[in-house]
């Protein structure tokens, strides 16, 4: 199983992003996802989880009607739309695989058995 993610970058405050991860290994439908991130020094933090089929995306109330998580089944690949970027959303993001197609308790990393390498995400003037 690999996950590596990629889209990251400098945005300034109020700018967009949209992160990738692609996964192999493994048949990518079977599985929910999720978005996490983490500032160095920090406790890594819950992002946004979508279900296997797509049907369902979960958020953390911070990025709620900013951010926009979604999959493309036939790509092997999960998003993470990031728009009205602020500071505070600086971080590293990294995906993580479920342990099946629904997420059950998006927040208990023991949900995850697999996780990418992340891509930095800055927002600064």
């Known amino acids: 199983v690999q996950l590596v993610e990629s889209g990251g970058g400098l945005a300034q405050p109020g700018g967009s992003l949209r992160l990738s991860c692609v996964g192999s290994?493994?048949?990518?439908?079977?599985?929910?996802m999720s978005w996490a991130r983490q500032v160095p020094g920090k406790e890594l933090e819950w992002v946004s989880g979508?279900?296997?089929?797509?049907?369902?995306?979960y958020y953390r109330d911070s990025v709620k009607g900013r951010f926009t998580i979604s999959r493309d089944n036939a790509r092997n690949t999960v998003y993470l739309q990031m728009k009205r970027l602020k500071p505070a959303d600086t971080a590293r993001y990294y995906c993580?695989?479920?342990?099946?197609?629904?997420?059950?308790?998006?927040?208990?990393?023991?949900?995850?058995?697999?996780w990418g390498k992340g891509t930095q995400v800055t927002v600064s003037p």
């Open positions: 993580a695989k479920d342990l099946g197609a629904r997420g059950s308790s998006w927040t208990d990393w023991r949900e995850y058995d697999h």
């Open positions: 979508i279900n296997g089929d797509g049907g369902s995306t």
């Open positions: 290994g493994f048949i990518f439908s079977n599985y929910a």
